[in-house]
């Protein structure tokens, strides 16, 4: 048996011959994975909320050095291989849900900064044009000044969101893509 021992860094146990980490989970039936309101097939259910939440916290905190298993303990008396096999198939479905609507958030946000950076150049050019035709009149100059700032405000959330919530999108998918490759286990020990 591997030397498994609790990481006093992450909490968690921790096999250093594996180089692997496990995730314990207490469960007290099968149902408790999952939202209380979701009562379509098993390989098609939501997780619950809160168990989601944590794994992806699990997953953020654990350095990358390591592998995950998520370790589900039941008591013997409910232990059930074929709920355990279709849970698992669940598990790794809402995982591929979770990455296409991460995936869908990324191509929006990529076609909302091409929208900023369009319009963006458009307000600024309109202002150029406009401050070399109408030089001397007043209430020009305060649209003009508009056209800049308004370009401008589109450019900062050009930068910001390509750079920004980019980034978070793009840790998000890799946490996600973490626990959809990370190995499920069942046990009643």
């Not at 007290?28 to 209380?36: A, K, L, Q, S």
């Not at 794994?55 to 008591?75: D, M, Q, R, T, W």
């Not at 401050?131 to 020009?140: G, H």
């Amino acid at each position: 048996m591997h030397n498994i021992v609790i990481d006093p860094k992450y909490n968690y146990r921790c096999s250093k011959e594996q180089n692997k980490i496990y995730i314990d989970i207490r469960l007290d039936f099968y149902r408790e994975i999952y939202n209380v309101w979701d009562f379509s097939p098993l390989i098609n259910r939501d997780l619950d909320d809160d168990l989601f939440e944590y794994l992806e916290n699990c997953a953020g905190e654990i350095p990358k050095k390591y592998s995950l298993s998520i370790v589900f303990h039941v008591p013997a008396h409910i232990k059930d291989p074929e709920k355990e096999k279709k849970s698992i198939t669940g598990f790794k479905n809402y995982f591929n849900y979770q990455m296409r609507k991460i995936n869908q958030e990324q191509r929006n946000i990529m076609g909302r900064s091409g929208i900023y950076g369009f319009f963006g150049v458009i307000l600024i050019f309109i202002g150029y044009f406009l401050k070399t035709i109408a030089v001397s009149v007043p209430f020009l100059n305060v649209l003009i000044e508009g056209f800049f700032i308004g370009g401008w405000v589109l450019f900062w959330e050009l930068f910001s969101t390509v750079f920004f919530k980019q980034s978070d999108v793009r840790r998000r998918k890799y946490i996600i893509n973490r626990l959809k490759n990370t190995e499920i286990i069942y046990t009643d020990k």
